[in-house]
């Protein structure tokens, strides 16, 4: 809107000077042919002016733009580059019990990159997806209730970097509680598998579904660039 103001302002410039040079040289062929030329070159001068302005406030606009949201990689990552993603969920238990700052904390101080974030009560729909090949156990029941029962929500998140699939899983221990070791968030906090604090995609495949599952609305999920990159993810 403002660049096509800009270019009927300046084209109404160029009209208004090509039609005061033309009075003021008389009305002949010879100088009817020169104005034309004048409001030709003057148009140009002012199509110019107007794609100046339009690309300045493109560029105005984009440098202003909070949120660079998954624009060159898909919502998922790229499994097996420092573009992995996965997805790392704080269960009810461990919102309950004040851990989900230690373990945003352990995943950040490691080097990973949070992309996702929400705070939400799942639908029965949506845990009963995502647990979907545990629909036969005899625990299934009990577990989408106490996911969805709303006397705390889940923190979802999605973590970027390389091997944080498999590294996520590592970090948050073995799911029984009493075999995962010290060191790792469920062999810190955790004594039953029932109440096991958190949940970690266990392959490329689980965290394309559950990323897509938990998050997918436009701009849930931001492509950022850290700047410590250079100095987590190298080679040399
Ligand atoms: N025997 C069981 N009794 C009660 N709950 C269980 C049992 N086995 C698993 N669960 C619950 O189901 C969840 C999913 O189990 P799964 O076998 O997929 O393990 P997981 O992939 O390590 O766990 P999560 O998917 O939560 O990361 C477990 O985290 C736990 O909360």
Redo the contacts with the bound molecule.
Sequence with gaps: MFARAATSTLRQTARRQSTTAIASRGISTSSKQSARNLLASRFVMAATAAAAVTLGFTMYKHEKSPVLADSAIPLHGVPGTSKERTFI?V?PDGVQRGLVSDIIGRFEKRGYKLVGLKLLVPSKALANEH?A??SS???FK??VDYMTNGKAPVVGMVWEGPSVIKQG?VM?G???PKAAGPGTIRGDYCLS????I?????SAESAEKEIGLWFGGKGEVVDWTSNNEEWVVSDN
């Design positions: 969920a269960k647990y090949d545990l156990k005899p625990f009990g577990l899983r948050l073995a799911t029984d598998i029932g109440r096991n958190c949940h970690g995609s266990d």
